[in-house]
Each structure stands twice: as structure tokens, then as C-alpha cells.
């Protein structure tokens, strides 16, 4: 069974601090994702990965960036955190066109 | 810019009965519409997908009515369960798969007994 492990379940930071949320696969996907999660506005696509050192901008980048140095393990970065930050995080990895295979999340709060 | 609109934001069924939700979409480009069911602390599952070269596809309780022309598809649970109680994501992708997924907003179900 796929497994998709996001380190932290919850996060308090404060505003201008740097995040690091991450995120670790265990079925060898190709593909890494970083959504945020938000109420009434859905999944939304921060940023994602088709193979190592490789990333391209989703639907929302700004203010954020991400680091993929090993296949297994995606990471999503805020360089200096904000409140408009504060949300749920979700990884998700696939192969090819598969499904997507989501963890659990991290609910990061920026004070 | 939202290309996918999903209707209604929260939907209280009976147990029993059937629960119903619907999207819109707006790139005729998409070829892929799955729904994902998230339960409270735990992120979205793939529940059940359809590609637009069908107009229903059904998966026990659950089916998917797809309108090309209309652009709409929507979700149907049969004889709900208070197991069924959950968030839907419905969302479309092009390229026929599960790359690049634009969710609509959620519905969250709650069915009583």
C-alpha cells in the first residue's frame, strides 16, 4: 500500500520565520505534489515535481518554494512565513497518470 | 480563476437516502474527472473517476454522471450511510490522469440516521 508520510501533523511558526513542511513516499512515484487546503476554496496546487532537482510552479507558487534532492522525499519551503499561510498542507504522489495518493496533511499555523 | 465549480457546500441526507453533488467545469481540454473522499484527519482517497468517453460509470453505491455537452458531472451515493459522512472533492485533469488535479471546493456530507 502506498504510503505518503508528512513529518508534521501540526506546526505553529511565527510571521517571518522559515518553514520547511516535508514530505517522504515510499513507492518510488515519479511524481510529487504540494497542495494547500483552505475552506470553500478547495485543493489548490502550490507546486510539483516530475523527477529529482525538477519542479514546476502550480496554480498558486508565490511565496513559496521547493526542494526535491532525493526522489522519495519532496519538501515545501516558506521562506519567510505569513498569516495568509496559516492552512492545511497536503503531499501527494503518483506514477505516471495514476491516482494521486495524498498524506495526511500538515495544519501549519503562522502567528 | 476557478475552473471547476462544485455545488452544494454542505448536503444532509437521511440514511438511506441518495446524495447528490454536482460540478461544472470550464476547459474543455479536461479528459479526466475523479472524485476524492477525505474523512476528518486524513487526506483525500480516490474514491471513483470517469473519462469523457462515457456518461455513467458506477462503483457499488456510488456513480458518475458525466454531461460532455452540458460540461457537468456529478456524484451520486445510493442508500447513504452515516459511514458515508465526509468531504467530496470532484476535480478534472488533462492528459487522462491524476497529474495536475484541479479540485473544486468540497462538499461536505453528513448523513443522519
Known amino acids: 500500500d502506498v504510503k505518503v508520510t508528512q513529518s508534521s501533523r501540526y506546526l505553529v511558526k511565527r510571521t517571518g520565520e522559515k518553514v520547511f513542511l516535508e514530505c517522504v513516499q515510499d513507492?518510488?512515484?515519479?511524481?510529487m505534489f504540494w497542495y494547500r487546503q483552505d475552506p470553500g476554496l478547495g485543493l489548490r496546487l502550490i507546486y510539483f515535481?516530475?523527477?529529482?532537482?525538477?519542479?514546476e510552479k502550480g496554480d498558486i507558487p508565490e511565496g513559496y518554494s521547493v526542494s526535491r534532492e532525493k526522489k522519495e522525499r519532496f519538501s515545501l519551503i516558506l521562506e519567510s512565513a505569513s498569516t495568509n499561510q496559516t492552512s492545511m498542507y497536503l503531499c501527494?504522489?503518483?506514477?505516471?497518470?495514476?491516482?494521486?495518493?495524498f498524506g495526511n496533511g500538515t495544519r501549519l499555523t503562522v502567528t | 480563476q476557478q475552473q471547476v465549480k462544485q455545488s452544494p457546500q454542505s448536503l444532509i441526507v437521511q440514511k438511506g437516502g441518495i446524495s447528490i453533488i454536482n460540478c461544472a467545469y470550464e476547459?474543455?481540454?479536461?479528459?479526466?474527472f475523479p472524485w476524492y473522499q477525505q474523512f476528518p484527519g486524513k487526506g483525500p482517497a480516490l474514491l471513483i473517476a470517469?473519462?469523457?468517453?462515457?456518461s455513467e460509470k458506477k462503483e457499488g453505491r456510488f456513480t458518475i454522471s458525466f454531461n460532455k455537452s452540458a460540461k457537468q458531472f456529478s456524484l451520486h451515493i445510493m442508500d447513504s450511510q452515516p459511514g458515508d459522512s465526509a468531504t467530496y472533492f470532484c476535480?478534472?485533469?488533462?492528459?487522462?490522469?491524476?497529474?495536475?488535479?484541479?479540485f473544486g471546493t468540497g462538499t461536505q456530507l453528513k448523513v443522519e440516521l
Open positions: 501527494a504522489s503518483n506514477q505516471n497518470n495514476s491516482p494521486l495518493h
Open positions: 513507492m518510488d512515484h515519479e511524481n
Open positions: 515535481s516530475y523527477d529529482v532537482k525538477m519542479k
Open positions: 476547459n474543455t481540454a479536461f479528459d479526466y
Open positions: 470517469i473519462r469523457p468517453d462515457v
Open positions: 476535480a478534472a485533469s488533462q492528459g487522462g490522469g491524476g497529474n495536475k488535479l484541479t
